[in-house]
């Protein structure tokens, strides 16, 4: 069985880079971490953030995602994330039957790998698939996995469920990235759980 992890908010904790660049490309913005993810959870983007909290014009906007595109995968933003309680345990334990996928939508595949590696779990993954922001995840796994209907995808966002849908496998939401349970649900997820660390093959 393929089992396809999502990388930032399933694996590793990105919440601390988001929060300090934002507040860095914003620096009038006075919200703090929690203010600043009650928002993000409810899904209301950055466009919608800057508009209405801080006046923003579009032509402020655009230049607002410019920046943050190009900061984002930075080492002195990336050196915040952290890896999920609980995450090196269970890849270990699901490497042992099933074949181990990552697919993000980095723009970097030098910096997710280099990142894996930093934790460690470059052994677990059969293939480690980077989007670079050219293809769907979707168009990528079909590229590089042999997909089943009894196959797995994890994910905190939308994308990843519907990613899932559009292969026709298992959807398996987590509530450590940046959405709501209540937003997930709207996708309509085969499971919602805490973290990856509490996935079980059902």
Request: no cysteine; net charge negative; charged share 25%.
């Amino acid at each position: 069985m393929n089992i396809i992890f999502d990388f930032d908010g399933t694996l590793i904790d990105s919440k601390e880079r988001l929060f300090k660049l934002f507040s860095f490309l914003v620096p009038e913005s006075e919200l703090n971490f929690e203010d600043y993810w009650t928002l993000k959870k409810k899904g209301i983007g950055h466009a919608e953030i800057l508009e209405k909290k801080f006046k923003f014009q579009s032509n402020d906007i655009q230049q607002f995602q410019i920046k943050w595109h190009q900061e984002i995968e930075q080492p002195k933003w990336i050196n915040y994330d952290t890896p999920i309680l609980g995450v090196e345990d269970k890849l270990m334990s699901l490497f042992e039957n099933h074949q181990l996928h990552l697919v993000t939508a980095r723009q970097s595949y030098e910096t997710a790998i280099n990142q894996i590696n930093k934790f460690q779990w470059n052994k677990y993954f059969k293939s480690i698939l980077v989007t670079k922001q050219e293809k769907e995840k979707s168009q990528l796994i079909l590229e590089n996995i042999e997909i089943k209907k009894e196959d797995w995808i994890i994910g905190d966002t939308g994308k990843d469920i519907l990613t899932g849908k559009t292969l026709q496998i298992n959807t398996a939401a987590v509530l450590t990235g940046f959405l709501s349970e209540e937003k997930l649900k709207s996708y309509n997820p085969d499971i919602i759980i805490d973290s990856v660390a509490n996935f079980m093959i059902y």
